[in-house]
């Protein structure tokens, strides 16, 4: 494993980007992967109903960024899909975001316009200028009572930790609507992938100079690699500096148990995702894949969602202390030479999906200025 120019640790967005746009500037790549497929958490499947299934939970492609939408387009036929999320709250299943219905629904309440739903706000909200916690995020948009019945226990349940136990950026970034306006995001382009993500997984990766191996965990052959320039590190950043004995302190990680049951009927439920923020159950939310893409089959699936503490990492858990020992490695990780640390678990941040594009393209043009202005044409 030393004929190759480029080494990347992970075939998900971020390894995945940066591969198709080394090769096509003419290098050799070799993506190391250590789960038995590409895609990472975006990978998804045919169940034995036929219907596309994520494995690792519902991904959502969404974004304002016209750059990475076309370069998206170039891997994938899409298709509109304008996400809507409901929760069930006191026995109603409301919209999330919150607006004027959930508001009505579950107040009793009979708001019918902006400026009504905005005064209800206003009366109900607790004013924090700069509010310093995931709480006080909460409270300053919505008031005491929607935080209790829709974000406090939620969250714990998410994270392990109460919302005055997270970073304000946290529940910031929940949208409050004071309209009817029922859609989780509000972005241009709302889409799916026609045939899946890992369909377009493979189209990325589909260049003679990218070589991809599974199942295989760097750490076990770091030995017997050699002779790359550059090598790009999209994993946990504590795991990479194991090694160090100046750096024990490990990162705190959220995994996901996904439980899925075969229901013997045509649908389970109304809506594709639907929350549960109370603490009458344990799991955050049911997933019905079959709503995606309207698919047809006689019986469906469902998958119920436990975030857990062991397992595989998915989010960085957000918050001072975890911001404070993130804070070393990466003064680590800045003195390395030609090692780059790329994606949510390497720089321990919440990237949305057309944000870890976007931050692939970013990283390949940073650092390859020449390559682009001179012998890769495309524009992304």
């Known amino acids: 494993m030393t004929d190759y120019d480029i080494l990347i640790i992970g075939a998900g967005i971020s390894g995945a980007v940066l591969a198709e ?35 690792y939970g519902a991904h959502l492609f969404h974004t304002n960024d016209e750059g990475v939408w076309n370069y998206v387009n170039q891997f994938a036929d ?12 006191d026995n109603h299943l409301v919209p999330i975001p919150v607006n004027i219905t959930t508001v009505n629904t579950l107040f009793n309440e009979n708001l019918s316009s902006e400026l009504e739903m905005r005064e209800w706000l206003s009366n109900n909200r607790i004013s924090y200028n700069s509010p310093k916690n995931g709480e006080e995020a909460v409270l300053n948009r919505v008031g005491k009572v929607l935080y209790d019945k829709m974000f406090k226990h939620y969250t714990k349940k998410q994270w392990d930790k109460y919302p005055s136990e997270l970073h304000a950026s946290v529940l910031e970034r929940i949208p409050v609507r004071d309209n009817y306006d029922d859609r989780y995001f509000s ?8 045939g899946g993500y890992t369909k377009m997984f493979k189209n990325i990766l589909n260049h003679p100079n990218i070589t991809v191996l599974l199942n295989t965990d760097y750490f076990e052959v770091e030995g017997e690699i050699g002779g790359y320039e550059k090598l790009f590190y999209t994993g946990p950043i504590d795991r990479f500096f194991t090694f160090n004995a100046n750096l024990t302190e ?36 049911i997933v019905e894949y079959k709503h995606f893409g309207n698919q047809q089959s006689a019986t469906t699936s469902i998958v119920k969602e436990y975030t857990i503490d062991e397992g595989e990492p998915y989010y960085p858990v957000p918050n001072e ?19 780059y640390f790329v994606g949510r678990l390497a ?11 976007r931050n692939a393209l ?14 890769y044409a495309k524009s992304v």
Not at 362 to 375: I, M
């Open 78 to 89: 899409w298709y509109t899909w304008e996400h809507k999320v409901v929760a069930k709250v």
């Open 187 to 194: 972005d241009v382009h709302q889409a799916l992938p026609k």
């Open 321 to 339: 202390q975890n911001q404070e020992i993130y804070a070393k490695y990466k003064t680590e990780a800045d003195k390395l030479l030609n090692v």
């Open 362 to 375: 970013n990283l390949f043009k940073s650092l390859e200025v020449d390559v682009v202005e001179q012998e």
């Open 347 to 357: 720089n321990y941040k919440y990237f949305n999906m057309d944000q870890a594009f």
């Open 250 to 285: 490990k990162l705190e990680y959220r995994s996901i148990n996904f439980v899925r049951e075969e229901i013997d009927q045509e649908f389970f439920q109304q809506n594709s995702v639907v929350n549960y923020p109370g603490n009458e159950v344990e799991f955050t939310r």
């Open 21 to 55: 746009q080394y090769a096509s500037a003419g290098k050799r790549v070799l993506i190391i992967e250590k789960r038995n497929h590409i895609a990472g958490n975006c990978f998804d499947f045919y169940d034995e109903n036929e219907i596309l299934t994520s494995k």
